[in-house]
């Protein structure tokens, strides 16, 4: 995955600035497509719904008068990424920002999980030039029962940015991994049961404030990016916490009341 953002990043420069966003099509990544639109990016939107796709290209173009190019993928898939780096080639784009946000959730315990769905959590990917913003989750700083890959997944994420970063420092290059908490988007009403004590009753952020707000600190060039106080003390006290009541506490928070009795020895 990594190789073929490498070689878009060789391609000859052209005088306007182009965005990669992957996950565009819904949620966060809908909104992070907006936000660079209206800040006269041309814009590269992959996702896995090529007629929703379709409708934001045409909605995106006719506010703001941005170019849009579509690709229709599912970044789960072996060879995907080969796919939108030969799409990209072809239309001779150099990708200026990559915003890595697609992604996939399931809850509930790992022993009754879907197999086919876990294995299409995908890893994130890099890039040479510009600036890149990988989508991480608040997931990342402590294990979580009840959505165990997930959680994993996220770390990965989190990992892979600080590393990568790293490697790049003193080179131009930024990379920001943005850790948002629970936020109202189809992910969310699809994954966790409604009554999850997590987000019950809890107003949650739209998509729209995470994407403006990982813009600006993707700009700043910020290596990691923790929306809203509640998520940040979240973040911290996992680190100054014994793992043991961490992972109690979360399995508590991922859990629902109806779940009370068969989660109670677990606090």
């Not at 940040?232 to 916490?241: E, P, S």
């Amino acid at each position: 995955m990594i190789e073929w953002l490498e070689k878009l990043m060789c391609l000859e420069e052209v005088e306007d600035k182009t965005a990669l966003v992957t996950g565009a099509s819904s949620g966060i990544g809908f909104e992070f497509a907006k936000v660079l639109a209206r800040n006269k990016y041309d814009l590269v939107l992959v996702a896995r719904n090529r007629s929703r796709l379709d409708g934001i290209k045409n909605d995106l173009h006719q506010a703001y008068g941005v170019k849009v190019h579509v690709i229709a993928c599912d970044l789960s898939q072996v060879g995907a990424c080969g796919d939108i780096y030969g799409q990209v080639r072809k239309k001779n784009l150099d990708i200026d920002i990559l915003i890595n946000n697609a992604g996939v959730g399931d809850w509930g315990l790992f022993v009754d999980s879907n197999l086919e769905k876990q294995e299409q959590m995908p890893g994130m990917i890099d890039r040479r030039q510009g600036k890149i913003l990988n989508v991480s989750s608040t997931a990342a700083f402590q294990p979580g029962p009840l959505m165990s890959v997930y959680f994993a997944t996220k770390a990965y994420v989190l990992s892979f940015s600080r590393a990568i970063a790293q490697e790049l420092k003193d080179t131009g290059v930024s990379v920001t991994c943005l850790c948002p908490g629970p936020t109202a988007t189809n992910f969310q009403s699809l994954t966790f049961p409604k009554e999850i004590r997590l987000t019950y009753g809890r107003k949650l952020p739209s998509p729209q404030e995470i994407a403006e707000y990982g813009y600006k600190v993707m700009l700043r060039g910020q290596g990691i990016a923790i929306h809203g106080i509640l998520n940040r003390l979240m973040a911290l006290n996992a680190r100054f916490f014994p793992q043991w009541i961490t992972l109690r506490l979360v399995h508590f928070m991922q859990s629902t009341e109806q779940e009370k009795g068969q989660y109670a020895r677990f606090l």
